[in-house]
Every structure is written in structure tokens, then in C-alpha cells.
């Protein structure tokens, strides 16, 4: 049969019928309207407000949360210290407080909230640290499109020491020998499943070495090592690889003593893949001390020991109060040019302290060990090698593995 005729005049030459279009349907999985106009919620919410169902929900730490807290209330104080005019639109929140909305905060707004931050008596660094608090809501809303442009502002001067301190070898070795005089802890915290008070599986001592050793040579974070709060994710077992291949995907090198694979809990949101890092003959003969007999489960914690967050003036005895009692008994301070600075030593300089050892030994091995090697400096690491080459194994193996043995440790 011949096809059928087509006509010129048409300006198709094959019509097809149209479909009757349809509006879009509402999907209630999917509650969020993709086509809305996000800038308007900057005119109906307010920093807590946005704070309370946004970004809130991203928080994890109980500290962050608590800082966030702090910050919220100071400035909900200022807002009600200057009321809206009348002729503005003002929101009432949940605490019946008039506040601002986020479309309405500018940069002046935080020049006001930092001046009066400072004429009630906060010092800059706390002041810097609400402001922040307050801009970094801000910041969230405008990645969400909720706002075009974040207000900025210049920080407050605050005053830090002078110079960087590290404790020096024979500091550490006085430290690791008057370890001897601890008599906290002497039981295991009590858990789900070891219910009760059970004594100390081995010698308090050797638990404090193997802490002071874990600080000093892969410059640790407390909260990565041992639970301190409930919001800490200290070392377990299975953070303890005693095989000798790298369990690194992309790993060519071995080990004798093993491996410490873990995720520090402080940047496990942006760098979620955990560090490899060799376990030196120092750390590894430490640890087995801890577990002689390997009976412990995977998921247990290394160090196990009760909880003592808070003030340390109102513990009889805890983490930190045992600590100064270690450093007082090897006569170890820290030294300030400032007359009323703490004269005593703390985690945080035991991390500070291993960088330094670790750049004085090898420049540049300390980013990898220590975990600051990520995507915040692009600088630091090409893009390209940081994606797609393991180029760290063996700077790392050579650094910890040729690094002198920490002063007064023989196995």
C-alpha cells in the first residue's frame, strides 16, 4: 500500500497528537518544594530558629552543642537589649523573645552584638567565639541559597603565648618513670556487658605509658584515645591491626609491629577515611602489655577506665587530676613569659610536642600523622595526589620507624 499523501501546507509532516500536560503533583515523601524560592525563609526565621532545624541536627559533640548554646542565648539577650522598631517586621520565637530575622542581620548587626559582648565583660576570645557561632548559622543559610551574602566581620585580637612550646626528651622520660606513682584508675568502668566493678587487668603504670606513648608519638587527641564523656569515640581493639601488610587499600609496604587504623572523631565529618599509620616497636610492646594474653574483644575499649568530665576541682580523683600528680612528681612545668598563665602541661601540648619532634626528625611527615594533611589547605597536597596516589607510606614508615626511641624506654 502506498503512504499516505503529505500535506505542505501543515508545518509538521508527521503530527502527532499532544499530551495534555499535567501540573505538578505534590509528593508528601518529598516535603521540601524544589522550585520555592529559598530566600524567603530569611524573611520568616530567625537564627535560632534556623539553628533548631537546620543545622542543629549536623552537630554530634555534646561540647559543640553546648558552645551553640551559650552563643544563641547571648544573642537573644542582645536582641531583646535592642528591641525592632516598630515601623520593621519582628518574629517571636519559642522563648517569647523578639528577634531579628536572618534577612535582617548585617554586618553592622554583629559589630553591635560584639560591642556588647565587650561591655558586658566577656574577653575577645569568647567573643570571637559567639560571633562565629552566630556567623557560621549564617554561613550554613547561605550555602543553602537562604541567604545571598554571609555579613562579615574582623575578629578581636586575643592574646596567645609568645611562643610555641614542646616538652624536650628528658622532660618525657620523667614523666614516663613517674608514672610509678599513680593509683588511678583501679578498676574498669562498668558497661552493658561487663556489668560491676572489675579491677585493672594490668598494672596502673603500664596503662599510663601506654597513654603517655600513644600522646607522644602519634600526637593523639584525649577524646581519640580514651572516653572521657559520652560523646567520645576513644581507641578500641580493632583500631589494633597486628598483621604486618598495610591494610591500606593502596599500601605496598609491611610492618612488623602492625598497624593503628583509626578516624579522628574531631574531623570525621570532612575526612571520614581513617588514618594507617605503623605501629612502632615502643607502641606495640605497650599495648600488648595491656592485653598479654590477646583475650580482650575487638570492640573493647584500650582504656577502659571510668569517666571523669567536668571539673576537675570537684573529683577526688580522676584523668586529669592523676596527671598533674604525674607531673608534679617528675617536676615538669611549663614555662611562660606570662605572670598569671598555667604553669602546667596538658594533652593538648603533648600533640603540639609530638609535631614538633616529628618535623625536627622529618619536615613535613608530621600532616600525615598527625592528621592535618586534608582538603582545608589544597595548597599543601595536590588535589590530584591526594585523590589518586598513596604517596605518604613511605614517608611515614621512615619517619616512625627511624625516629629516635623515646628517653627511658627499653623493651
Known amino acids: 500500500m502506498p503512504p499516505p499523501p503529505i500535506n505542505l501546507g ?42 533548631d532545624e537546620v543545622v542543629k541536627r549536623t552537630i554530634k559533640k555534646k561540647g559543640t552543642l553546648d558552645g551553640y548554646r551559650t552563643s544563641l542565648a547571648r544573642w537573644q539577650a542582645f536582641c531583646a537589649a535592642f528591641p525592632i522598631p516598630p515601623n520593621l517586621p519582628h518574629r517571636v520565637d519559642n522563648d ?62 586575643e592574646n596567645k603565648s609568645a611562643t610555641i612550646q614542646a616538652l624536650t626528651k628528658a622532660e618525657f622520660s620523667r614523666i614516663y618513670h613517674a608514672c610509678q606513682v599513680a593509683a588511678w584508675p583501679r578498676q574498669r568502668r562498668q558497661t552493658d556487658l561487663l ?54 587499600p593502596a599500601g605496598k609496604r609491611s610492618n612488623r609491629w602492625g598497624w593503628l587504623v583509626f578516624t579522628p572523631d574531631k574531623t570525621t565529618s570532612h575526612k571520614p577515611e581513617p588514618l594507617v599509620l605503623p605501629l612502632t616497636q615502643m607502641a606495640r610492646v605497650h599495648l600488648d602489655r595491656l592485653d598479654p594474653s590477646r583475650a580482650a574483644s575487638p570492640a573493647d575499649e584500650i582504656f577502659l577506665w571510668p569517666m571523669t568530665s567536668g571539673n576537675v576541682k570537684k573529683n577526688k580523683m580522676g584523668f586529669y587530676l592523676q596527671l598533674e600528680c604525674i607531673m608534679e612528681a617528675a617536676g615538669v612545668k611549663r614555662r ?19 609535631i614538633t619532634w616529628l618535623e625536627n626528625h622529618r619536615a613535613g611527615s608530621s600532616a600525615y600523622i598527625t592528621g592535618h594533611a586534608d582538603d582545608r589547605n589544597p595548597n599543601a597536597i595536590p588535589k590530584v595526589q591526594r585523590d589518586h596516589y598513596f604517596s605518604s607510606e613511605e614517608l611515614v614508615l621512615d619517619t616512625l620507624n627511624t625516629i629516635p626511641v623515646l628517653g627511658g624506654w627499653a623493651s
Open 10 to 51: 501543515s508545518t509538521m509532516l508527521n503530527p502527532q497528537p499532544q499530551e495534555e500536560w499535567n501540573p505538578r503533583v505534590f509528593n508528601p515523601d518529598c516535603p521540601v518544594d524544589p522550585w520555592a524560592d529559598d530566600t524567603s525563609i530569611a524573611e520568616s526565621m530567625t537564627v535560632k530558629m534556623y539553628y
Open 96 to 157: 517569647r523573645t523578639r528577634c531579628p530575622v536572618i534577612a535582617m542581620v548585617t554586618t553592622t548587626s554583629l559589630c553591635a552584638f560584639q560591642d556588647w559582648l565587650l561591655s558586658e565583660g566577656h574577653s575577645n576570645r569568647t567573643v570571637n567565639k559567639d560571633v562565629g557561632n552566630i556567623r557560621t548559622v549564617l554561613s550554613r543559610a547561605a550555602k543553602r541559597g537562604v541567604l545571598k551574602v554571609v555579613p562579615t566581620i574582623q575578629r578581636l585580637p
Open 195 to 248: 556489668p560491676g566493678r572489675w579491677p585493672l587487668p594490668y598494672c596502673i603504670a603500664d596503662g599510663w605509658r601506654a597513654l603517655l606513648v600513644m600522646f607522644f608519638t602519634y600526637g593523639m587527641r584525649t577524646e581519640d584515645l580514651i572516653r572521657l564523656s559520652d560523646d567520645c569515640n576513644p581507641l578500641c581493639w580493632s583500631n589494633i591491626v597486628r598483621s604486618t601488610p598495610n591494610p591500606h
Open 336 to 354: 611562660s613569659m606570662r605572670e598569671k598563665s598555667k604553669d602546667r602541661y596538658t594533652p593538648k601540648h603533648f600533640r603540639s610536642t609530638c
